[in-house]
């Protein structure tokens, strides 16, 4: 029972440099979502996916792009990395019913130098 | 816009005593609420959601209309409980807000 898988699970970084984080998630859930993780900050939206075909902006959405590549993958790209987009990043999907909880994968540590 | 308040971005209790982690919300409508839990260096876990009612490792939450909140509550801390807690909630746009977490320490 994988649940929601995300690589790689650590990750360096040079200013400038670009990278995909990838996700997927077993569940046939049709929403998706990427936050980052900060101390202090908790967890912000960077983008979500309600369904296959469809993508929006959350709260830190620059500095990103994503992609719903089919209903199980949704993945987030930084085309040019900075320091600031240190962080650990979280995909996480959910049902589509109000109460439904979001499942989580085990994070990527990624450090932009 | 902030859709969820989580005031104490540390809590320390002592082993046995009891621990209340807040949680204040605006929201139009009927909210549904969840407390998720973080390990350390391990991912988010659901700890426990308002519509079930049900108590999970000793924690509760009650839904409170009129203060519009959702503290999360256990009577007797253990020193596993040390962790980072979140409150969560969903808006109707699909969106899934997160507070900006409590690390609790419960001391020996």
């Known amino acids: 029972n994988a649940g929601v898988t995300q690589t790689p699970k650590f990750q360096v970084l040079k200013t400038g440099q670009s990278m995909t984080l990838q996700c997927a998630q077993d569940m046939n859930h049709n929403s998706m979502y990427w936050y980052r993780q900060d101390p202090g900050m908790g967890l912000r939206l960077i983008y979500y996916?309600?369904?296959?075909?469809?993508?929006d902006k959350g709260e830190v959405p620059n500095g990103y792009n994503v992609s719903r590549l089919n209903k199980r993958e949704f993945s987030l790209r930084l085309e040019s990395a900075a320091p600031s987009q240190t962080s650990v990043y979280f995909c996480?999907?959910?049902?589509?019913?109000?109460?439904?909880?979001?499942?989580f994968g085990q994070g990527t540590r990624l450090t932009v130098v | 816009a902030q859709r969820v308040t989580q005031p104490e971005k540390l809590l320390s209790v002592f082993k046995g005593a009891p621990v209340e982690l807040k949680c204040n919300y605006s929201y139009s409508g009927s909210p549904e609420l969840f407390w998720y839990v973080q390990y350390s260096r391990q991912r988010l876990q659901l700890l426990l959601r308002?519509?079930s009612r049900e108590s999970i490792k000793g924690f509760t939450a009650d839904l409170n209309k009129g203060e519009t909140s959702f503290h999360l509550k256990k009577p007797f801390a253990q020193e596993e409980d040390s962790a980072m807690y979140y409150c969560?909630?969903?808006?109707?746009?699909?969106?899934?807000?997160f507070g900006t977490g409590t690390s609790l320490t419960v001391i020996p």
């Open positions: 996480a999907s959910r049902g589509n019913q109000g109460a439904s909880e979001a499942f």
């Open positions: 308002h519509i």
């Open positions: 996916s309600a369904s296959e075909g469809t993508t």
């Open positions: 969560a909630l969903p808006d109707t746009g699909n969106q899934f807000y």
